[in-house]
């Protein structure tokens, strides 16, 4: 009898066991995902997904142009910061650039301003300022220069010998002009490479004359290729001794703008005290008088407009984002419309032993591969009008391999979110009711 008991306990217990593990299996509660669970509820999202071939495109376009948006327009940005780095680093390194006029008093000035710097001060910095390799003063005006029957309109700039060598440029035929050039103020002149293009295109200008307003120059020189620098052209420009501008040409006493090459960017606030102090007594400033002039420094200016152009950026992307969480909710629109139609297919599933972790997980592989796909046809777009922008436009872009994996993964993201409600709302159906759903 006792042995009776005892099989009919273990009988008893063993029900209660298989019927708690069937609810655990019917409600998902407990139960995770073997490997070969999981690999059947992919096989059957990408089914699904297959089934309905535009209705998926359609789906992961929302995405597409997001992700796109994301990749081309920190390209856009990248490339902006780049091409604005090169070009401020082409002026030259070390280099500390002098203007007339305090930079309290803001952009409008006096007359008294404008003239406050002077040849003589660039001399004096020059042989007295201790951390000054070279410097360089400048005047220019823009002047209509004629050759035999052709003229072309450019900035004329006079400058001493130290030009090249503080404003990184290079003289690519003939020769710069000289010391002496510039004492006696001689009529010669180099030219920029746009320049020399346009009134010399098919002879050399070496030696030949050209007529700047009443003087004729003799060229001496062409400078190297430069580039562009934003809108301006650097090669659109003819360089004359600054004494002859000054007396010859242009009738003035005074520099538009003094360019001082610093032995190092490391000395940079003590060159700027030593050249602060000189301008100061030849300027002969009492201690209650505000700075004449302004000194900046090109490193102070890069880092500015890194930070400009990086704020631009992400502004750009933010922008972007936006249509890539749009695309999210219309994956989750329409993952919404799909639990609607497939009610009676998931109480069919549910009622002969799938789980809500099954329904549950089949609806979100279905959001995310969704989303995945869209993301990395999104990616391949975004590079593509990347370079599309770069070869029609002639604007430098860069594609980074941060921006494609952060693109990649908040598309991911995008698809594990907005696609989780509709996959909780199928697995949460109740079996009975989803069989009886027309």
Do not use: C
């Not at 703008?257 to 030849?282: F, G, H, P, W």
């Not at 201690?287 to 750009?316: C, G, H, M, P, Y």
């Not at 009008?385 to 908040?410: E, M, P, R």
Request: aromatic content about 8%; charged content about 25%.
């Amino acid at each position: 009898d006792g042995e009776i008991v005892s099989d009919r306990k273990n009988k008893h217990d063993k029900e209660e066991h298989d019927t708690e593990y069937v609810f655990k299996k019917r409600s998902g509660k407990g139960v995770f995902l073997s490997p070969t669970e999981l690999i059947e509820n992919i096989g059957m999202a990408i089914y699904s997904i297959f089934s309905n071939k535009l209705r998926t495109f359609l789906t992961m376009l929302g995405v597409i142009i997001g992700v796109a948006s994301v990749i081309s327009m920190i390209s856009i940005g990248e490339g902006a910061s780049a091409r604005i780095t090169e070009n401020i680093s082409r002026m030259g390194a070390n280099l500390l650039m002098i203007s007339p006029g305090s930079s309290t008093r803001g952009p409008v000035r006096t007359m008294a301003d404008r003239r406050s710097l002077s040849y003589e001060d660039m001399v004096e910095i020059e042989s007295r300022a201790n951390l000054v390799v070279r410097a360089d003063a400048n005047f220019s005006r823009n002047q209509q220069i004629v050759y035999q029957n052709r003229n072309w309109n450019t900035r004329v700039e006079g400058s001493t010998p130290n030009f090249p060598l503080v404003r990184n440029f290079e003289v690519e035929t003939g020769s710069f002009f000289t010391d002496e050039d510039n004492r006696l103020t001689r009529r010669v002149a180099v030219l920029g490479k746009t320049v020399a293009r346009e009134l010399f295109p098919d002879e050399d200008p070496i030696g030949e004359y050209i007529r700047i307003r009443n003087d004729i120059y003799q060229v001496a020189g062409v400078l190297a290729e430069k580039g562009s620098s934003g809108w301006r052209d650097e090669d659109d420009l003819i360089l004359i001794p600054l004494l002859t501008a000054m007396k010859r040409q242009f009738g003035v006493d005074y520099v538009s703008q003094i360019n001082v090459s610093i032995v190092s960017n490391d000395y940079l606030d003590e060159a700027i005290a030593e050249i602060t102090a000189i301008l100061r007594e030849t300027h002969r400033l009492r201690e209650d008088q505000e700075d004449d002039f302004t000194i900046r420094a090109q490193a102070e200016i890069l880092e500015t407009v890194n930070e400009t152009t990086k704020s631009f950026t992400f502004l750009l992307a933010g922008i972007a984002v936006v249509s890539l969480v749009v695309g999210g909710i219309g994956i989750m629109n329409i993952m919404l419309v799909s639990v609607t139609e497939r009610t009676r297919e998931i109480g069919i599933r549910k009622a002969i032993g799938a789980r809500g972790v099954d329904i549950l997980m089949q609806f979100l592989i279905e959001a995310i591969l969704v989303s995945v796909t869209g993301g990395a046809i999104g990616i391949l777009v975004g590079v593509g009008v990347g370079h599309i922008i770069s070869n029609f436009a002639g604007w430098q872009t860069i594609v980074s391999q941060d921006s494609v994996v952060v693109a990649f993964l908040f598309s991911t993201a995008v698809g594990l979110f907005f696609g989780f409600y509709p996959a909780k709302k199928a697995s949460g159906l109740n079996p009975i009711d989803a069989l009886r759903y027309e």
